[in-house]
T-cell receptor
Framework: KAGVTQTPRYLIKTRGQQVTLSCSPI?????VSWYQQTPGQGLQFLFE???????NKGNFPGRFSGRQFSNSRSEMNVSTLELGDSALYLC?????????????FGQGTRLTVV | EDQVTQSPEALRLQEGESSSLNCSYT??????LFWYRQDPGKGPEFLFT???AGEEKEKERLKATLTKKESFLHITAPKPEDSATYLC????????????FGKGTKLTVNP
C-alpha cells in the first residue's frame, strides 16, 4: 500500500514569490492535514481538510491557504513568501472514522526562501 | 491551552544502555496519545497510539506506557539505529484531527 506522497521534495523560492505544494494521501484516507516544522517551533498545525472542506485552521496568516480535491489529494499555497516561511512542510493523512485515528505523514517538502 | 512537553530535549546513550523518554500533557479528556519517530529530513513515522491510562504497547525495543498525566517511551538495550527524534502528540478537545506536538527528544545511541 503506497504511503503519503508529497511533491516536490525540495523547493527554493525568492522572497515575494508564491509556491504550491502537493499531497496525495494513502488510498482510502479522506482526511488530510498540513503542518509546518521549524527547528525553533517544532511541528505546528496549518489546516485540515476532509471531503474537500476545510475543517480546522491553525494560527497562520492568510498567505497560507489550501484545498482538497474530490480524490482527496490536497494542495497548499503560500503567497508573498517571507524568509521565515523556510521550513519542512508535512502532510498527514488519516481515515477518520469519527474517533481518534492515527495520522500517517509524508516525507515532506523542504522549502527554502532566499 | 493544550500543551505537550517532552523531556529531556536530547539524550545520549551507549548501545545497550536502557532509558526512558517522557511526554507530559495538559489536555483534559484525553482522546489518545501518539508516539512518532522522525529521522533527519524525513516525515514522522507512526509508532504507537495509547488511549487510556494503564495501557502499554510494545514494538521491538520500544515500549510506550500511559498515565493520566504523562506517557513514557521506554527503550530497552538500544542500538545505534534507534537514533532519531521521538515525538509525542495529542489531539486537542473536540472532534478535530489536528495534533498538538511536543518539541521532541533527540536520541543518540553510540556504538
Amino acid at each position: 500500500k503506497a504511503g503519503v506522497t508529497q511533491t516536490p521534495r525540495y523547493l527554493i523560492k525568492t522572497r515575494g514569490q508564491q509556491v504550491t505544494l502537493s499531497c496525495s494521501p494513502i488510498s482510502g484516507h479522506r482526511s488530510v492535514s498540513w503542518y509546518q516544522q521549524t527547528p525553533g517551533q517544532g511541528l505546528q498545525f496549518l489546516f485540515e481538510y476532509f471531503s474537500e472542506t476545510q475543517r480546522n485552521k491553525g494560527n497562520f496568516p492568510g498567505r497560507f491557504s489550501g484545498r482538497q480535491f474530490s480524490n482527496s489529494r490536497s494542495e497548499m499555497n503560500v503567497s508573498t513568501l517571507e524568509l521565515g516561511d523556510s521550513a519542512l512542510y508535512l502532510c498527514a493523512s488519516s481515515w477518520r472514522l469519527g474517533g481518534v485515528t492515527e495520522a500517517f505523514f509524508g516525507q515532506g517538502t523542504r522549502l527554502t526562501v532566499v | 491551552e493544550d500543551q505537550v512537553t517532552q523531556s529531556p530535549e536530547a539524550l545520549r546513550l551507549q548501545e545497550g544502555e536502557s532509558s526512558s523518554l517522557n511526554c507530559s500533557y495538559t489536555v483534559s479528556g484525553l482522546r489518545g496519545l501518539f508516539w512518532y519517530r522522525q529521522d533527519p529530513g524525513k516525515g514522522p513515522e507512526f509508532l504507537f497510539t495509547l488511549y487510556s491510562a494503564g495501557e502499554e504497547k510494545e514494538k521491538e525495543r520500544l515500549k510506550a506506557t500511559l498515565t493520566k498525566k504523562e506517557s513514557f517511551l521506554h527503550i530497552t538495550a538500544p542500538k545505534p539505529e534507534d537514533s532519531a527524534t521521538y515525538l509525542c502528540a495529542v489531539p486537542p478537545q473536540g472532534g478535530s484531527e489536528k495534533l498538538v506536538f511536543g518539541k521532541g527528544t533527540k536520541l543518540t545511541v553510540n556504538p
